[in-house]
């Protein structure tokens, strides 16, 4: 492949060009040589950033491609970021919702991308918020970032979202699963999913009755539960409307600003981190000699990360 | 609460005072100033680490539960750390589970502890082996590590165990869940729970099939296919036969030796991280104002990253 020439790229993929779009994310996610100067290139966006997060199987692929549709219907443009090894778009070929999603894929005001999860979600907490940025940049109007909202990593991925929308479904096991990993507070919009199945009712009610438990303040947000039916765009058209309800109130209430900054001091802290990983990394040999002494318990693990790491020595080069 | 004295901690720790063991552990979470004398104090212990992961709802906790009542009618003591927003350990009194577990808290030769999943999971990646180390060297037997297995940060903390352990259920959804998330390349054992349920052959098999297309050399262990009935005790003693097993091998062909290693490295890398982290938070007032310039565009992330960690100024105190 000859080499990224940012400008042209740039260019292109502000002309539509996909494949110029995927290199400007590669580029960008892999902090390559001339990430800076696409950042240059691509001034801050307006998109309306949306995390979607929930438990597998509540219908976040499903529920997802029916909102790019009702925003399609609107005229809007949508890019997806998964983030989700649940996902069809990560999950390779698993999933029959993939040939779901794929009805998408060639529309030219759809763009999907799968973000790679293998090994490092400290690389993924700096990649994707710098995706983001390019594709807001770049002119898209709406950004979901889908992450499957069970680890403690994936639901900081998507907390700091313009609007955070958690799904839910009934009959998942024993109460809501919201309650678990903090989702239910980190959540500006509820949807429950599969809406016409037994126990919806229920669900909806039981999450409601928590929502309403949780002390707010006058003029502060009281997240919403709409109940859906993904497979049959039912409650979808609501749905987007209380989505843009909440960005207007955000951007009203000054609280999209301070969840801009609290986004931007996570990427920072992420890309703190991405570089230390790559300087411990450099160190491969002396990290196996240490490592192998503190499993034979000749070394404690403290000191020995001290040794890797000493104070005289930076690890950022 | 008086500051703790190392020596009589560990002495008392010894003789099955379980406050002084669960203080000892909180003491080397944090970190604390003693947490190195700690680690002087109780040498390397010999304890069968089994790291045990599966999606929310195939019953880890029933399946837990089932193998503590074994291993202790065979004589062995157990530890529990459980690192699970999902599980009844960890989820506070969410579910009916937690009743089944406290059948155990009273018996001197078990030992429950949950992690606090709030917020980092870098912290967690370096506290779990910290925890896991102490409870060994005081003599424990086996130390179960329990993960929800969807995240990659929670699949990470048992991916290092010396034996790991996966769980799966019939019906969970469509194909073998073990196949998202990279669970079937990590299992050293895997167990069908709720085996009496309709799928629950058909399950297996898949299991069995995709174990089977993996590419093994000469002596390399082949991760056995257990089918279990948690609730009823069904399958559970088998499934301790094959963990042990598994142990076995591992110890004859050196594999739990380079484990060992590669979980030491892991610690290290988690504890030079979370320095990092503490560093970052110290300069809290230094990241909202880069983060604010960044959110308001006038500034890159990257650059931003360069800013607060500056080559010249090392993190490490």
Redesign the interface.
């Known amino acids: 492949m000859r080499t990224l020439d940012p400008t042209e790229a740039v260019a292109r993929a502000r002309a539509g060009d996909r494949l110029a779009l995927s290199r400007l994310i590669s580029a960008v996610e892999e902090?390559s040589a001339v990430?800076?100067e696409i950042?240059?290139l691509v001034?801050?966006g307006r998109a309306h950033v949306i995390g979607i997060t929930g438990?597998?199987?509540v219908g976040k692929s499903t529920t997802t491609a029916a909102l790019i549709e009702e925003w399609r219907s609107r005229g809007r443009t949508v890019a997806v970021v998964a983030v989700d090894?649940?996902s069809p778009f990560t999950?390779g070929a698993?999933?029959?919702d993939r040939v779901r999603m794929e009805v998408h894929s060639t529309d030219p005001g759809v763009y999907i991308r799968s973000m790679a999860?293998?090994?490092?979600?400290?690389g993924l907490a700096a990649a994707t918020?710098?995706a983001v940025?390019l594709l807001s940049g770049l002119g898209f109007d709406i950004i979901v970032v889908e992450t499957?909202g069970?680890?403690?990593?994936?639901v900081d991925i998507v907390r700091y979202a313009d609007t955070v929308l958690i799904l839910q479904a009934p009959g998942?096991?024993?109460?809501i699963?919201a309650?678990?990993?903090?989702l239910l507070e980190i959540g500006d919009v509820f949807a429950v999913n599969k809406s016409d199945r037994p126990g919806a009712n229920l669900t909806k009610r039981e999450l409601g009755a928590m929502i309403a438990a949780k002390p707010l303040t006058a003029g502060q947000w009281r997240p919403p539960v709409v109940p859906v039916v993904a497979t049959q765009g039912e409650g979808v058209a609501d749905l987007v409307d209380l989505l843009d309800a909440h960005q207007d109130w955000a951007a009203n209430s000054g609280s999209a600003?301070i969840r801009?900054?609290?986004?931007?001091?996570a990427?920072?802290?992420a890309?703190?981190?991405e570089?230390?990983?790559r300087g411990?990394r450099d160190r491969e040999a002396e990290?196996?000699a240490?490592?192998?002494r503190?499993?034979?318990?000749s070394l404690?693990?403290?000191?020995?990360?001290?040794l890797?790491?000493?104070?005289?020595?930076?690890?950022?080069?």
Request: charge should be positive; glycine fraction near 14%; hydrophobic fraction near 40%.
């Open positions: 902090r990430a800076e950042g240059r001034p801050p438990a597998p199987g090894p649940s999950g698993l999933l029959g999860a293998r090994g490092q979600l400290g918020p710098a940025g499957v069970v680890g403690q990593s994936e998942m096991g024993d109460r699963q309650t678990k990993a903090g600003r801009r900054t609290e986004r931007a001091a990427e920072i802290t890309l703190v981190l570089v230390v990983q411990i990290l196996s240490l490592a192998a503190v499993a034979e318990g404690g693990a403290s000191e020995a990360a001290r890797l790491l000493p104070a005289d020595r930076p690890v950022v080069p």
